[in-house]
């Protein structure tokens, strides 16, 4: 059976300022979670700006990009965002000057990890959620008003 993520596709064009929160649930025996960045609307894009990939078996988080199906070596940290499996979640994704910060919670910010951008963040068109994930409850888009 092929899985494929859940995805959401952006309503208007990512600027600095602007944020993607998510909240749903992992499911209780996940070994794997992760959020991507696409600039492909497709379940297996070509193109991916940014990775969030949580391995709990590792008790790890990496953080990469895939340009033109090759993946870059990416960073790896350790696992701070989540206790652990079959817990709910809420992160935020802030699109900074040049780099991407992640927070867990929205409103309580915990500021986690961070990446810098290697694509042109206007290109981004959909959010995916892969692996072990129970539910999504929730998918925000924060845009910062044009000045």
């Keep these: ?7 959401a596709i952006l309503p208007q064009q ?22 991507n960045l696409t600039l492909d609307c497709c379940p297996n894009p070509l193109n991916i700006a940014y990775q969030f990939k949580t391995n709990f078996v590792e008790k790890s988080v990496s953080q990469n990009y895939k340009k033109v199906g090759i993946w870059n070596e990416g ?11 079959g817990q709910e979640f809420i992160i935020t994704f802030h699109f900074d000057d040049n780099e991407l910060l992640i927070y ?6 915990n500021f986690l990890y961070k990446f810098d ?3 042109d963040i206007g290109d981004i ?3 995916q959620i892969w692996d072990d994930l129970d539910y999504v409850t929730e998918v ?4 910062k008003p044009n000045q």
């Design 117 to 119: 951008y290697n694509f």
């Design 1 to 7: 059976m092929t899985v494929r993520p859940f995805m």
């Design 104 to 109: 867990s919670e929205d409103e309580n910010r």
């Design 75 to 85: 960073t790896e940290d350790e696992l701070s965002w989540i206790q652990g499996p």
């Design 14 to 35: 990512t600027q600095v300022g602007d944020e993607i929160v998510l909240k749903g649930r992992i499911k209780n025996d996940a070994q794997i979670f992760s959020v």
């Design 140 to 143: 925000i888009y924060r845009y």
């Design 125 to 127: 068109k959909a959010v």
